[in-house]
């Protein structure tokens, strides 16, 4: 296992920081849980039933060790995490897009969430508001993801896109 990289406040130019987990070892590092707890936006990859890959924005909260992921039943998401339970999340800092994670895990409990409790916690980091969306409480659930692997790392840039037009 690599030595504990800085926390998250690198600035361009200094050396990259990365750490991976060891498999046995589930536990999330302070660099990859303050990228999960800030309102940072993730991708999740699902495995579609043919194989390919199928990747969505989401938000996320943490519950201990694990990542929670609101949805509904319906969605592609829930659906492909039924049947295979397999995931990809990346995350990147919105203050520094340099600053990132990629994790491999899989969902390993669906908590149904028809109060929308969970829901909210997670809309509250983001909006400040409740969930506006309350169709369907019956289809709420949210997935339980056990981290199997994590890498957290800082590029050394800063970024400054050019200019449009």
């Known amino acids: 296992m690599a030595p504990k990289p800085p926390s998250g406040s690198e600035r361009p130019g200094e050396p990259v920081a990365l750490l991976e987990t060891a498999e046995e070892n589930r536990m999330l590092s302070a660099d990859v849980r303050a990228l999960l707890e800030e309102p940072n936006f993730a991708h999740l990859a699902t495995v579609m039933p043919e194989g390919s890959p199928q990747s969505a924005p989401v938000w996320v909260g943490v519950d201990g060790d694990h990542i929670l992921i609101a949805t509904g039943e319906g969605s592609l998401k829930a659906r492909n995490t039924k049947r295979d339970p397999r995931v990809?999340?990346?995350?990147?800092?919105?203050?520094?897009?340099?600053?990132?994670?990629?994790?491999?895990?899989?969902?390993?409990?669906?908590?149904?969430?028809?109060?929308?409790?969970?829901?909210?916690?997670?809309?509250?980091?983001?909006?400040?508001?409740?969930?506006?969306?309350?169709?369907?409480?019956?289809?709420?659930?949210?997935?339980?993801?056990?981290?199997?692997?994590?890498?957290?790392?800082?590029?050394?840039?800063?970024?400054?896109?050019?200019?449009?037009?």
Do not use: C, W
């Open 88 to 165: 990809g999340l990346s995350i990147v800092a919105m203050d520094n897009p340099y600053r990132e994670a990629q994790l491999r895990g899989r969902v390993v409990e669906r908590r149904p969430d028809r109060d929308f409790k969970i829901m909210d916690k997670i809309s509250h980091k983001y909006t400040g508001a409740d969930f506006p969306m309350r169709a369907n409480p019956e289809q709420r659930v949210v997935l339980v993801i056990e981290v199997q692997r994590a890498r957290y790392h800082v590029l050394p840039f800063r970024h400054t896109p050019a200019k449009r037009g």
